[in-house]
């Protein structure tokens, strides 16, 4: 009986017992389904999931490209910044270790207060940043002493260098964070933080050519991030170096010559375009813009009212004043409508539609031809042969030579001058072109504007005979021909009649440039300029009050090529408020000269 | 019916008294513990990647020390004690284990946010692992006392639910939805076995179906959130459903044959959570792949299928229950720690028998063991075949 119901129930629960191991198998197969379906089906798809998860891309910074001069100095290099890191992790503790380092390095109560609360928010795997832009004596310290620092490491990382500070800086350029605008013009290059493009000067010009590719180092990582093992390594390529036109010495020269005063100096060959000085005052130091700013710094470079960050050079728009005669004059001789032998009368003023047009010198110059016009600078004489002219034919003849557009120099932010036109003055003022503003034009004035850039090439492209070379800024290599923008042909005895009265305005006793001469008798063919700044008042005699407020002073502007016969500098010079062509610019002109042929040699 | 009504045939055929040490040896399930120590091994080879080699290497030792005594506790359970020694202490242990949960409630110590552990001087002693093994001796005791022809009505089933309830509410209170719920698998496996009705059965699916929404209330924010991303844990991939999201990427990533010893970079580099815990499966799979996860299932199932042959060689009612809640504690956390490692059921901290780390759960399952052990040493078929 007992032992029925034993069996009876033991037949039970084996049937109960295959409905709960149902359950179970059905469960073990459901778990093989989806072992199945996640390693065989979806394995793949997995594994690729998993490598994302365990590769870290790591960029490594390209060396920048060097910058050279024409001679092979080194003007922009890369050099090493040390700075020392500390991995929290492996150092102790951080409070004795600082304490430690302090007597190696030089960080303030403060600093240190300030890096253990940085640590406290890190993880303590990651290095912390204790001090970057180390001396060479912290250096030296530190790294004899490496060993009994635990966790703590000196990085060398390399930093943009300026080795002679402000020399040629608005050629070379500074660095900075790139804006949004110069992220998008450089779509190829992927930014990260920290990263520095070209802000101007050839650095900005030339950043794709500077920049080279970055490499990659691929890292194995875990899951909070931490780096396990290289497991490739792609090099960067550095980038190109460049090798400019610019000549250090002749550089250094223009910029001692031109001292405290604000302005600008361009020398150029005249028969390649190639830029042997370009200086703007006054300068800034772009190691400054590596090593940061303070506030009171930046605002003091960024609102200075000389504006250094701007490179007058192919920036600054200056009305050429009677340096733009020379243009007229040539305009007069190719239109026919000038004999040079024609004596024109000066009285100090010209009559035009019941308006006076002074002469610079009250008195007027008497009975002057072209040359003695252009050796004093006659005012008179370029109004009546501006008038003669017409403003068409002397805006032809401007644009011919350089003037009034772009000279597409390698330089960002170009201005393209001015030389005006019936037609601008239509659509910039709505209004027709006035017979008296064709003779302010004859003298520089008035509108034209035009920067010493221009001056440069204008003077460059009388030297070599009608053709205007593009300006570069890149040493030409062996064999590679220059670019040329327009060719002319200015008939041979036009050049000689304005070559004559332009060594006249320098060697002639009655010339307005005799502080040009340089040493060792070269002849140079120059003309000063002085562009008004603001009108003068005058007063009914005819009398200019001067004024001697410094910021309404003229500017003063000297342009030459030397040596006369065979020329192979040609220099623009611009002093701002500087006063007279003659005594503000033209020496500034004299010492780059004298440095040219000290150098060179007087003959080639 | 009473106790000696239903010992005494045997009794004559080998008390413990009776049966010698020889003997004894020879009666015991070798093959289950040939089974047993396949598994342990497996699980060490796997463990020592899981730990990270030599950096860990304590951590190894320390299971293979706990895995030795986890065999020893086994034979020491099944072969120390005398036939009716377990059935007799059945619901003193029970109450014991319940007492000690509501202490462990009142004045346990917190690890993980959770209050499961009871200090008692240096030992820890996890208190709902004690309460698996004494819930399976306390029901099989209670349907063996109880033993009546015929299907069980609820009548008969007030007591049984009610010895299965209590724990489980202690235990969802501190809370470990995990624990609670396979005490609730196996004390059911148990009522199924011991005769519930076809209809009480139903209308209880019916039940515990209807009261889900009810019972989704009452869960703690954090369960309820891996609830939820156990169903899209793309939706917090940083936060709770990371774990589902690395581990699913570890046994994929796996594929067929695996990455090979020591080189699951899921597993190598800090991707996995509880790797050596309860995601240990998740490392077996990316390491040795399909093949070597179907052969760790092939051995439990085999295990399984050995364990319930034993059923065959209870004497009575005591020991084939007593066998059945033993094998589904070890099955259900099987497929309950599979299934949570490849994203089938939510992260509810049940550890993979015998493989993943750690001394309790080994403890408890070896206890399970020697009670099969156990029984199938005092099998009276044993005396029929000698």
């Known amino acids: 009986m007992l032992d029925d119901d034993r069996e009876q129930f033991r037949g039970d629960a084996r049937r109960r017992l295959l409905l709960v191991g149902g359950c179970l198998g059905a469960g073990f197969l459901v778990l093989g389904g989806r072992l199945f379906h996640l390693q065989v089906m979806r394995g793949g798809e997995y594994r690729t999931l998993a490598e994302d998860n365990r590769i870290s891309l790591k960029p490594i910074s390209a060396p920048r490209g060097r910058i050279f001069d024409r001679d092979n100095h080194l003007l922009v290099e890369n050099s090493p910044d040390f700075e020392v890191m500390v991995i929290p992790e492996l150092a102790g503790p951080l409070r004795l270790l600082f304490k430690k380092l302090s007597r190696h390095l030089e960080f303030s109560e403060e600093e240190i207060r300030h890096l253990l609360q940085m640590a406290r928010r890190q993880r303590s795997f990651l290095p912390l940043r204790v001090k970057s832009h180390l001396s060479w004596e912290e250096v030296s310290s530190i790294e004899v002493r490496i060993h009994e620092f635990p966790g703590v490491d000196l990085q060398n990382q390399s930093v943009r260098f300026y080795p002679f500070d402000s020399l040629a800086c608005h050629v070379l350029g500074y660095l900075g964070e790139p804006t949004e605008r110069e992220r998008k013009r450089f779509s190829r290059i992927s930014f990260r933080s920290g990263d520095l493009v070209g802000k101007s000067g050839v650095e900005q010009h030339f950043e794709e050519r500077l920049r080279g590719h970055e490499g990659v180092l691929e890292m194995e990582v875990n899951a909070v991030g931490r780096h396990v093992r290289e497991l490739h390594r792609n090099p960067p390529e550095s980038g190109q170096d460049l090798h400019l036109s610019i000549d250090s010495d002749l550089q250094r020269e223009a910029q001692e010559a031109l001292g405290e005063e604000t302005g600008s100096v361009v020398a150029m060959d005249p028969h390649t375009g190639e830029i042997l000085a370009m200086v703007s005052a006054p300068t800034y130091d772009p190691n400054q813009f590596i090593r940061g700013f303070s506030h009171a710094q930046w605002q003091a470079l960024s609102t200075h009212p000389d504006r250094p960050l701007i490179n007058k050079a192919h920036q600054g728009q200056y009305p050429p004043g009677s340096t733009f005669k020379i243009v007229v004059a040539l305009a007069g001789l190719a239109a026919g409508k000038l004999d040079p032998k024609e004596v024109i009368s000066c009285p100090g003023y010209l009559v035009k539609e019941e308006q006076r047009f002074y002469c610079w010198r009250r008195h007027g110059h008497g009975s002057v031809n072209l040359l003695q016009a252009l050796t004093q600078s006659c005012d008179v004489y370029f109004y009546k042969l501006a008038e003669r002219l017409g403003i068409d034919a002397i805006e032809r003849q401007a644009l011919k030579m350089g003037l009034g557009a772009v000279t597409g120099v390698d330089l960002d932010g170009e201005r393209p001058g001015l030389i005006p036109s019936r037609s601008w003055k239509r659509k910039a003022f709505k209004a027709s072109w006035y017979p008296g503003e064709t003779l302010i034009t004859g003298i520089g004035q008035g509108y034209v504007l035009s920067t010493p850039l221009q001056l440069a090439t204008m003077m460059a492209t009388v030297a070599n005979g009608g053709t205007v070379y593009r300006p570069t800024l890149l040493k030409l290599e062996p064999g590679q021909q220059p670019e040329v923008i327009t060719r002319n042909y200015f008939a041979a005895y036009h050049l000689e009649v304005l070559r004559q009265g332009l060594e006249a305005v320098v060697h002639d006793p009655t010339g307005t440039a005799a502080k040009a001469r340089p040493e060792g008798g070269i002849r140079v063919a120059g003309k000063t ?36 016969d065979r020329p192979r500098i040609a220099i623009s010079v611009v002093v701002e408020h500087g006063g007279h062509g003659g005594s503000a610019a033209a020496p500034v002109a004299k010492r780059v000269m004298d440095r040219f042929f000290a150098k060179s040699g007087s003959s080639s | 019916m009473n106790e000696s009504a239903s010992g005494q045939p045997w009794m004559s055929l080998g008390g413990s008294a009776a049966l010698g040490w020889q003997e004894r040896l020879r009666r015991f399930p070798w093959s289950l513990l040939l089974l047993l120590m396949l598994i342990i091994g497996f699980g060490f080879g796997v463990l020592y990647s899981a730990v990270g080699g030599e950096n860990n290497l304590w951590l190894f030792w320390r299971q293979v020390i706990q895995s030795g005594l986890g065999i020893g506790i086994m034979a020491s359970v099944a072969m120390l004690a005398s036939e009716k020694i377990y059935r007799r202490f059945a619901y003193l242990l029970y109450s014991g284990s319940l007492l000690l949960l509501a202490v462990t409630m009142i004045m346990g110590s917190v690890g993980m946010g959770a209050r499961r552990w009871l200090e008692i001087g240096f030992f820890r002693l996890q208190t709902s692992e004690l309460m698996k093994v004494a819930l399976i001796l306390a029901l099989a005791r209670y349907f063996h006392d109880h033993a009546k022809a015929g299907a069980l009505g609820w009548r008969d089933l007030g007591v049984p639910f009610a010895m299965i309830l209590l724990p489980m509410a202690f235990i969802i209170k501190q809370p470990d939805l995990g624990t609670a719920v396979l005490l609730g698998g196996v004390g059911l496996s148990i009522v199924v076995v011991a005769g519930i009705s076809w209809r009480v059965l139903i209308t209880l699916v019916i039940v515990v179906g209807a009261s889900m929404p009810l019972a989704w209330n009452g869960l703690h924010t ?49 991707f996995l959570p509880e790797r050596h815990t309860d995601f240990i499966f998740s490392v077996l799979a990316e390491e040795w792949g399909f093949l070597g996860g179907v052969t760790l299932l092939v051995l439990y199932a085999l295990l399984i299928l050995r364990a319930f042959l034993i059923v065959e060689m209870a004497n009575d009612r005591f020991g084939l229950l007593t066998v059945v809640g033993a094998t589904m504690l070890f099955a259900i956390q099987v497929v309950v720690n599979v299934g949570m490692v490849l994203g089938l059921l939510p992260v509810v901290g049940v550890p993979l028998p015998l493989i993943s780390y750690g001394g309790s759960s080994m403890v408890t399952l070896m206890i399970a063991m020697g009670l099969l052990a156990h029984v199938s040493l005092y099998s009276r078929q044993h005396g029929r075949s000698v």
């Open chain 2, 222 to 270: 954090y369960q309820k959130q891996r609830i939820i991303t156990l169903f899209s844990p793309e939706r917090d991939p940083l936060g709770s459903g990371y774990h589902i999201i690395q581990s699913k990427i570890a046994v994929g990533s796996g594929g067929v044959t695996g990455k090979g010893f020591m080189a699951g970079s899921q597993s190598q580099l800090d």
């Open chain 1, 529 to 564: 300029g002085t562009s008004q700044v603001a009108r003068h008042r005058r007063e009914k005699s005819g009398q200019i009050i001067k004024s001697t407020n410094e910021k309404l002073q003229d500017h003063a502007l000297f342009v030459c090529y030397a040596p006369l």
